[in-house]
């Protein structure tokens, strides 16, 4: 760990790079940063108060949103390369779009958009989601390094064969995975140097979407995350 010589400041870090790797208890927040109960408490609590934590259903804490908005609000190139696709995807599809970044073992979404109208799929940025359902985590585990693949893959419903199968196509889709009654598809976004950085999807509920989103929108979903791509190309 990088020590800064401000104590306090060290501390709060190591607590949320903890959190960052998956969501985790008070027990488990002493384990992964050696630090005191009554002080990893003390922290979390802090951190939360300011956004930078936030609590699952389980009482885990994970990453909050704060931390997404202050790296929005200090420039974000693929988040500002993105919002200026992202209309015209949910114009075109009429569903749902999201864009996604891999935090370590979780996903977090970085922007998002709604339709006007009707029943939709609700991400809300800074939302963080797990890596083992859903389109856009299978596109990011594609791209992924061996290391979190190899630990990711036993808690998934999909292997290593699939994730092939999605490198070969560029684009990957699931339905009800992640969440009853919701489809989506999602295709890799790739910086100016090819690598792939976020995961951009379509997603919207079954009965609209159907089981195969892949074969309505994938062609669509390609072409935006190209847009991105050439964007931040030429930025």
Excluded at 221 to 228: E, P, V
Aim: charged residues 25%.
């Amino acid at each position: 760990m990088v020590v800064s010589g401000v104590g306090v400041l060290d501390k709060s870090v190591a607590v949320l790079k903890a959190t960052a790797q998956s969501p985790c208890s008070l027990n488990e927040l002493c384990t992964r940063t050696g630090l005191p109960r009554a002080t990893a408490h003390r922290l979390a609590i802090g951190l939360e108060t300011h956004r930078l934590l936030v609590r699952n259903s389980a009482g885990q804490w994970h990453p909050g949103p704060a931390l997404t908005e202050l790296a929005s609000e200090a420039g974000d190139a693929v988040r500002e390369a993105a919002m200026m696709v992202l209309p015209r995807l949910r114009e075109i599809t009429g569903e749902s779009v999201q864009l996604y970044r891999r935090e370590g073992t979780v996903r977090v979404c970085i922007a998002a958009m709604e339709p006007p109208s009707g029943l939709r799929d609700t991400v809300q940025v800074g939302a963080h989601l797990p890596m083992t359902a859903g389109s856009g985590a299978k596109v990011l585990l594609a791209w992924a390094d061996p290391a979190t693949q190899r630990t990711l893959l036993d808690e998934c419903g999909f292997g290593e064969r699939t994730l092939l199968e999605i490198r070969r196509r560029g684009w990957a889709q699931s339905a009800g995975e992640r969440e009853s009654g919701v489809a989506s598809v999602s295709a890799p976004v790739r910086d100016a140097r090819g690598e792939v950085v976020a995961a951009i999807s379509v997603s919207g509920p079954i009965d609209r979407m159907g089981r195969r989103p892949g074969s309505r929108w994938a062609a669509d979903l390609l072409a935006a995350a190209d847009a991105i791509h050439k964007r931040l190309v030429h930025s």
